[in-house]
């Protein structure tokens, strides 16, 4: 069965940088869009970065745009989310996904049907 599992979390002073990692497992996920998403408690997850299967199709939040780039490897089975400039308002729960869908649909939360178990960015002020 499909999985992905997320890495690289952790905590970080404002202004700092992170690296995290979604890597899956089974051979679909070079023909899969990888999403990054966030989640605070008390509110619904939030999308931050997507990127399309053959890195062409690319979206951030407005809220990360000049400070996150997303990234993979398909040979690795892995995606990356360079943080840089974090900011506290940027600690949640990373979590990354799979999706189908390609364009401007992979933005969106409900068009994601594999997710990671999540891994807590904390910035300090």
């Known amino acids: 069965q499909a999985q992905l599992v997320e890495s690289g979390g952790g905590l970080v002073q404002a202004g700092g940088s992170l690296r995290l990692s979604c890597t899956g497992s089974g051979s679909t996920f070079s023909r899969l869009a990888i999403g990054w998403f966030r989640q605070v408690p008390g509110k619904d997850r939030e999308f931050v970065a997507a990127?399309?299967?053959?890195?062409?199709?690319?979206f951030y939040a407005d809220s990360v745009k000049g400070r996150f780039t997303i990234s993979r490897d398909n040979a690795e089975n892995t995606a990356y989310l360079h943080m840089n400039s974090l900011k506290p308002e940027d600690t949640a729960v990373y979590y990354c996904?799979?999706?189908?869908?390609?364009?401007?649909?992979?933005?969106?939360?409900?068009?994601?049907?594999?997710w990671g178990q999540g891994t807590q960015v904390t910035v300090s002020s």
């Open positions: 990127i399309g299967w053959n890195s062409i199709s690319i």
């Open positions: 996904g799979a999706s189908v869908s390609i364009g401007r649909e992979i933005t969106t939360t409900g068009r994601y049907d594999l």
